[in-house]
Structures are given as C-alpha cells and as structure tokens.
C-alpha cells in the first residue's frame, strides 16, 4: 500500500514503512471487528441505564413534545375513563 501512494516521496515512504513494521498491532480487519464489538456492547449497556424522565407520569394530560418529536400519552391518561382496553377501537377517539 506504501509503495503505490503517489503523494508520498521516498524518504516519508520508507519512515512510515519502518513506523509500519515496529508498531505492534492487528490486521486492519481484526482490528475492525474489535471495534464493531467494542461499540454493540456499549449499547447494549446503555439499555441497562434509566430513562430520564422529563414529565410527571402521574399527570392526566397527553401532549406533543417537541424537542424529541413524540406524542406523549402519561400513565394516568391511558387509566378508566380516557382509556378502555375493552372497548370498540371506533368508541376511543
């Protein structure tokens, strides 16, 4: 790959190579694949972590939320009179 770049003059070319080879390290593939590893558990971890969140449940209001672009229903809306899991889907609305 060193001997190909253009951009490179004979000098720089043959310090990187020697920067190269004592460098110890994986193959660029390997390498890759630690990463991809590294960064799913990462993730997956933070599903582990709580929600933050930025309104009460126990209000009796649905709302728009704008800075995650939601519609919010809380837990006491989805309760008794503003919600029936029983009836007709045409009666809800």
């Known amino acids: 790959m ?3 770049n253009g951009w490179m003059d004979e000098q720089t070319k043959i310090a990187a190579f020697e920067k190269f080879t004592v460098i ?3 193959p660029f593939a ?3 694949d630690s990463l991809n590893i590294l960064i799913n558990q990462k993730s997956m971890l ?4 709580p929600v933050e969140v930025e ?5 009796i209001n649905g709302f ?3 800075i995650k672009n939601v519609i919010v229903l809380t837990g ?6 503003f919600f029936n899991s ?4 045409m009666y809800e609305f």
Do not use: K, N, W
């Open 46 to 49: 933070q599903l582990l972590d």
């Open 2 to 4: 060193l001997d190909h």
């Open 24 to 26: 110890p390290g994986q």
């Open 55 to 59: 309104f009460s449940s126990l209000g």
């Open 86 to 89: 029983t009836t007709r889907p």
């Open 30 to 32: 390997e390498a890759m």
């Open 76 to 81: 006491g809306i989805l309760q008794g009179v």
């Open 64 to 66: 728009y939320y704008p």
